[in-house]
Nanobody, 115 residues
């Protein structure tokens, strides 16, 4: 059972990036998917959460979506700023309702916003 993030990288300010979160060993269909980030020297913070009942949600400059058939969730980010630089993590909540009870966490993918 694991979550694997990918799709991070280096992007210029104002650019876009879409990290992905692929699950194996379980189906994300009944899970809420949360995205978090942690910048150097800072605490981890939430980016957003997508309940199992929803296919997509928008929170500011970020859109979280899922493809249950591919067992994958996505974090589409646009208008990126240098302060968005962080390691981005996904997590799965078995309540399906973004209750903060995350059973599974990915290893993270680095997003760096720099010119």
């Amino acid at each position: 059972v694991q979550l694997v993030e990918s799709g991070g990288g280096l992007v210029q300010p104002g650019g876009s990036l879409r990290p992905t979160c692929t699950a194996s060993g379980f189906s994300i269909q009944s899970y809420a998917i949360g995205w978090f980030r942690q910048a150097p020297g800072k605490q981890r913070e939430g980016v957003g959460c997508l309940p199992s009942s929803d296919s997509g949600t928008v929170d500011g400059r970020a859109t979280i979506s899922r493809d249950n058939a591919k067992n994958t969730a996505y974090l589409q980010m646009h208008s990126l700023k240098p302060e968005d630089t962080a390691v981005y993590y996904c997590a799965a909540d078995p309540t399906g309702q973004c209750m903060g009870s995350y059973d599974y966490w990915g290893q993270g993918t680095q997003v760096t916003v720099s010119s």
